[in-house]
């Protein structure tokens, strides 16, 4: 069984910037790629940014891409959503996922097995 954990998000003004974390854990030697959606109310859920078991590879969006940078700690097991200049359009719950794929880093959410339970982010204008 793989557990994630989110922690981070709230209520910042545009061009503010916020962090989120998320931690995965799991059967020991597991390795997992992960990734960020992002649901606005009332829209499809939409692909953030992903990045491999070895963080070597990285991808964006291109709504977010030059504003959020994924990383992953050396111990592996938690990846940060560093988010700068904030913009309204940006407010969603942000998801994190994982894959047992652990050179995948694409955009598609059936390929991420395991999901977080979602942090709030709102971003007033």
């Known amino acids: 069984q793989v557990n994630i954990v989110q922690s981070g998000g709230g209520l910042v003004q545009a061009g503010d910037s916020l962090r989120l974390s998320c931690t995965t854990s799991?059967?020991?030697?597991?390795?997992?790629?992960t990734a960020w959606f992002r649901r606005a109310l009332g829209k499809e859920r939409e692909f953030v940014a992903a990045?491999?078991?070895?963080?070597?590879?990285?991808h964006y969006a291109n709504s977010v891409k030059g504003r959020f940078t994924i990383s992953r700690e050396n111990t592996k097991i938690t990846v940060h959503l560093q988010m700068d200049s904030l913009k309204p359009e940006d407010t969603a719950v942000y998801y994190c996922?994982?894959?047992?794929?652990?050179?995948?880093?694409?955009?598609?959410?059936?390929?991420?097995?395991?999901w977080g339970q979602g942090t709030q982010v709102t971003v007033s204008s």
């Open positions: 996922a994982a894959t047992g794929q652990e050179t995948y880093y694409g955009p598609q959410a059936r390929e991420y097995e395991y």
């Open positions: 990045i491999t078991w070895s963080g070597q590879s990285t």
């Open positions: 799991g059967p020991t030697g597991g390795a997992w790629s």
